[in-house]
């Protein structure tokens, strides 16, 4: 069992591989935090926490039953509102009585084999109960009569602990939540430099970094999704750390919505942090008997550095979070005829792709926007989820037979949870949409967004998905959505509920996807949001892929891939090869490291196949040989990031690298992108992750050195290489 409680200490201690958790019941009942950190084998941890009294932090109250000890003092496991601690807080209940001082103490605990789900929203899976163990802390509020339950799993073999609460009203009496955040972590002091995900349209998840200071710092999203500006990940690496060595803390949200990570540097230099559901635009009333449960919240200590991070929520999010038929069987190489066509396409033009594409070895057309209602540019017919036989003379399934016919698969592009005001939809239910009564309504891209928290609304739209995808042959739907929440209302909430209504859309959309799932179990999903301003884990559970940006020029997509792969797995990030000179950047980038930058995501093509010369089109055939060829080391391997290129600029030259190898260590491929040139270039590239002791043979040229070479002296890469270059290695080991 890797959680035990020690009765006698009243220290629970939960073990990973690598990390230790460590929690004790003080003796009134608070749950003060001890250490979260590499492995150690001692149970008596209770030397750590910090009683830091009164006397010498004379400004503070002193708990009134317990001598010595200062709620704004101590690490808290679970801090809450208003009674004592006056640092940022994770829990606070408003009562009846319309005070919101919160106090929760030990009650009770339970701890076993596996992991629980969580009703409504994404999270974490076990395959299997030995993978995990859980604890539950029940603790009680006895003035609102608040039960609220920390729930925590530790995994195995992977240096990961989650995290939620869920909130019951035992009393007979309502009460308000107006915070609950999934996690909380008091880190005994501030020597750490934070790193988050930074972006916007087309330009998502940059990887930044600052040193914390005391006071406040942290992200948000309060625009209805996670977002192209920031994502639900935050991480902490202690100073001195690197991409291979040192301390590394990552959070990640399996969430959707708006969320906050907030951190506090106290002036104690102590760092809260805090993640899950912006407090900022929640509130969530509780009647009595009914619960309310967070988002999860993943936490990974890693030694090896933020690499090391990464990987453990590569293997996390790919084995227990992505689920279904496609989740880790091989994804067939799609054509989009997204930047192919836009919107100016018939059933002629895509089979005309089809063919084409089919003959390279692309194994599927996904038809993108414009397929339905009137819509002939991004002005109208969302919500209208009906074939326009104008543009697919003979129907939807004539076109899918005449693809299918070629032998490739055929996918399809829906916005589900958008509504156009010019659709047949909105004139038929105007009070579909999210809107405040008497407040003008904010348009982005020409739409509205319907409202999810209404099962009558997700009724029909599910009807409406349903009838096309069971009338013909699809095996994959693009579920995009475009556009944030803005003057949000419902009609059907009352007034004391509207500012539960950001977390109900979420809890629709999760029901939705759900649901769509269930009916058709073999469909391949790919998650979209005007690119990547909702990838997270979240939408992971549901779709195994997600379009990563709009910009899929290749020397963008370095960074953004970059950033992305710190929490994500490459076969989560879609990426495709698109025509040049690029539609977001104007950039020319040669074909072949087109195809070398998209084969470090879920592999594809996103341009018109027919006008391709004999060159391309051979290229093409050879980077579907190269997925195929290269695809278990680079989806099921191990990736390490070797040049950063964001801050490789500051160098003197610009690149990119990156590395899969195979989990056996016997296979290694080595990516090198030149972004700007320079001459006369004398660099070494150290490869990671390789076995010092094995002999890896260069299959291009015959070359042998020893995984000890590789990694510490590397590989000579000095030569003159025009911007834009790309070379790659691949290496596999001699005696296999
Ligand atoms: C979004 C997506 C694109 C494409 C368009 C269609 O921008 O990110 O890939 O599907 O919508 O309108």
Redesign the pocket.
């Known amino acids: 069992m890797s959680i035990i409680y020690n009765s006698e200490l009243r220290v629970f201690k939960l073990d990973t591989p690598d990390s230790t958790y460590a929690i004790e019941v003080s003796p009134t009942g608070y749950l003060l935090h001890l250490y979260y950190g590499a492995s150690v084998p001692d149970t008596d941890l209770r030397y750590l926490r910090r009683m830091i009294g009164v006397s010498s932090t004379s400004a503070q109250v002193q708990d009134a039953k317990e001598n010595g000890m200062s709620l704004d003092t101590v690490h808290l496991e679970y801090p809450a509102e208003g009674a004592g601690d006056m640092r940022i807080s994770a829990l606070s209940i408003r009562g009846e009585n319309g005070c919101n001082a919160t106090a929760i103490k030990y009650k009770s605990h339970k701890i076993y084999n596996g992991k629980p789900a969580i009703k409504g929203l994404p999270a974490v899976y076990t395959n299997t109960d030995d993978e995990a163990d859980t604890l539950e802390i029940v603790c009680e509020d006895t003035l609102t009569g608040a039960e609220v339950t920390l729930i925590y799993t530790a995994f195995t073999q992977l240096d990961a602990i989650t995290r939620s609460v869920r909130v019951k009203n035992t009393s007979d009496r309502s009460f308000s939540i107006e915070r609950v955040h999934s996690t909380a972590l008091d880190l005994p002091d501030m020597n750490f430099e934070m790193m988050h995900l930074q972006g916007r349209w087309a330009k998502e998840r940059t990887l930044v970094k600052r040193h914390l200071q005391y006071g406040l710092q942290g992200i948000h999203s309060k625009r209805g999704t996670s977002s192209h500006h920031n994502n639900p990940f935050l991480a902490l690496g202690r100073d001195g750390y690197t991409e291979e060595t040192g301390e590394v803390y990552g959070f990640s949200l399996v969430y959707s919505s708006n969320f906050k990570v907030e951190i506090e540097v106290d002036f104690l230099g102590t760092s809260r942090v805090l993640m899950g559901i912006n407090p900022d635009t929640f509130g969530w009333l509780l009647e009595p008997g009914e619960e309310f449960a967070s988002p999860e919240a993943v936490m990974v200590y890693s030694n090896h550095g933020v690499g090391g991070m990464s990987r453990t929520y590569h293997k996390l999010y790919r084995y227990n979070l992505c689920r279904g038929e496609w989740k880790t069987k091989k994804r067939p190489i799609l054509i989009n005829n ?1 930047e192919a066509t836009y919107f100016d396409f018939d059933d002629d033009k895509l089979v005309a792709i089809a063919k084409d594409a089919s003959e390279l070895g692309i194994e599927m057309l996904v038809m ?2 414009g397929w339905f209602g009137v819509r002939n540019n ?1 002005k109208s017919s969302l919500g209208d989820w009906y074939v326009n036989e104008s543009k697919l003379k003979g129907g939807l399934g004539k076109l899918v037979e005449r693809v299918n016919a070629l032998g490739m698969k055929f996918g399809i ?1 829906f916005e589900p949870e958008m509504i156009s005001p010019d659709s047949d939809l909105y004139r038929a239910h105007p009070d579909w949409c999210i809107k405040v009564e008497g407040r003008e309504m904010s348009i982005g891209r020409t739409q509205y967004v319907l409202d999810m928290s209404r099962a009558d609304v997700r009724d029909n739209i599910f009807d409406q998905m349903y009838k096309i995808l069971s009338s013909a042959n699809i095996e994959y739907v ?1 579920w ?1 959505f ?1 556009r944030n929440l803005t003057e949000v209302g419902s009609a059907l909430l009352p007034h004391e509920r509207q500012k539960e209504f950001f977390h109900r859309y979420i809890l629709g959309v999760y029901e939705l996807l759900e649901r769509l799932l269930a009916a058709f179990p073999k469909l391949l999903l790919e998650g ?1 949001a ?2 990547g301003g909702r990838f997270d884990p979240g939408m992971l559970y549901y779709s195994p892929q997600i ?1 990563t940006s ?1 910009d899929t020029d290749a020397m963008e997509r370095l960074e953004i891939q970059y950033g992305t792969s710190m929490v994500y797995p490459l076969s989560s990030m879609s990426a495709h090869v698109s025509a040049c000179p690029n539609h977001q950047t104007k950039r020319v980038t040669s074909f072949k490291t087109r195809g070398d930058v998209a084969m470090g995501g879920a592999f594809g093509y996103e341009l018109d196949i027919t006008t391709l010369n004999d060159d391309e089109r051979a290229l093409v055939r050879e980077q579907v040989a190269a997925y195929h060829k290269y695809y278990n080391v680079i989806q099921n391997g191990d990736y390490y990031r070797l040049i950063n290129p964001t801050e490789d600029k500051a160098n003197f030259t610009c690149a990119s690298a990156w590395e899969s190898v195979s989990q056996d260590k016997n296979e290694v491929l080595l990516t090198y992108v030149v972004m700007r040139t320079q001459p006369t270039l004398q660099r070494y590239i150290r490869l990671a992750g390789l076995d010092p002791e094995k002999v890896y043979t260069d299959t291009a040229t015959g070359i042998k050195y020893s995984g000890a070479l590789l990694m510490n002296a590397g590989l000579n890469i000095s030569g003159n290489y025009t911007d834009g270059t790309s070379l790659v290695w691949h290496f596999v080991a001699d005696n296999r």
Do not use: T
Request: hydrophobic share 25%.
């Open positions: 997204w993108d926007d991004d592009w693009k995009d475009n979209c005007g690119g379009w709009d």
